[in-house]
């Protein structure tokens, strides 16, 4: 469970948020206000951003999610630009507010997400500290290890005693 969240918690945060976030305007919007234009476009736009944490990669820059938190972010501005139009029209419901609110959280979601990917595939290299300083490891590399250490049998002689031969 922790490595499919690891892998896919870019996708799969935001698009509960999605959910959740579209499953909550429709319960609070009438069958009417559900289903105007700007709700359908805001409601579409908000899957669409989710479908691009999928595909859009983490980038190798300081801002590993600035691909993925960035597309989530103009989809937040296409979808402001939706409730702005709906306002010159007189058309503004809750559901767009709420559409709109959500897809502000998506983008917030998305990016602690990418943190989530980031820090979990990080290493700390003990022989590189300074001396002098202990060092804080967070994870450890996997290694390949022949299969009585992961049997987890213990071998018959420790190793620094075992003799090669």
């Not at 969240?5 to 976030?21: D, E, M, Q």
């Not at 691009?52 to 630009?81: C, E, M, N, Q």
């Amino acid at each position: 469970m922790s490595a499919l969240v690891t892998r896919y918690g870019t996708t799969l945060l935001p698009l509960f948020v999605a959910l959740a976030g579209v499953f909550t305007t429709a319960a609070d919007s009438t069958t009417g206000t559900l289903l105007t234009w700007s709700t359908i476009v805001q409601a579409v736009l908000l899957f669409l951003s989710t479908g691009t944490d999928y595909w859009l990669p983490l980038v190798d820059r300081r801002w590993r999610g600035a691909a993925k938190t960035g597309a989530s972010i103009v989809f937040v501005l296409l979808s402001a630009a939706v409730t702005a139009w709906s306002v010159t029209d007189g058309h503004v419901t809750k559901a767009n507010v709420l559409l709109l609110a959500t897809a502000v959280f998506k983008a917030l979601v998305t990016e602690v997400a990418t943190w989530i990917r980031v820090d979990a595939k990080q290493v700390v290299d003990a022989t590189a500290t300074p001396e002098g300083q202990v060092p804080v490891i967070t994870a450890l590399p996997a290694i390949g290890a022949d299969e009585s250490e992961q049997s987890g049998t213990v071998p018959d002689e420790p190793r620094h005693l075992a003799t090669s031969g």
